[in-house]
């Protein structure tokens, strides 16, 4: 199966599966074939092709994903306001996490402990 998301303004908002049948080739060749089939259809604006397996362009993308044109990535929405993007197009916290089952409080923008459960 060949994935398609299409890209509005940055962001993946909508997705769509194609058979191999219709492909037919592996990417890269098939993102034309996919592209040219789901506008025969009647879907217009950009699509792009996304690896479920991880295979190119880092990630498969899901809806509300932003896509990285330089970089041909598709980047996963933002976790929490203080985390930055780093060179490997993955979020990082402001402190490394630490061992154990913590969880991120953005009020405090730390790493906390996960309450025992009684």
């Known amino acids: 199966m060949a994935h398609f998301v299409q890209i509005t303004n940055g ?14 080739v592996d990417y890269p060749a098939s993102e ?10 009647g879907y217009e604006g950009q699509w792009l ?12 993308a899901g809806i509300g994903f932003t896509y990285d044109f330089d970089a041909d990535v598709f980047i996963v929405p933002q976790p929490y306001p203080s985390w930055s993007l780093d060179s490997n197009y993955d979020w990082q916290a402001p402190t490394p996490k630490p061992e154990g089952f913590v969880y991120w409080d953005e009020e405090s923008l730390s790493w906390l402990p996960i309450p025992e459960a009684e």
């Open 11 to 24: 962001t993946v908002t909508n997705g769509m599966v194609i058979s191999n049948d219709v492909v037919g």
């Open 49 to 60: 092709q996304t690896s479920y397996n991880n295979n190119f362009r880092k990630q498969y």
């Open 32 to 41: 034309p074939v996919g592209q040219t089939f789901i506008a025969q259809h």
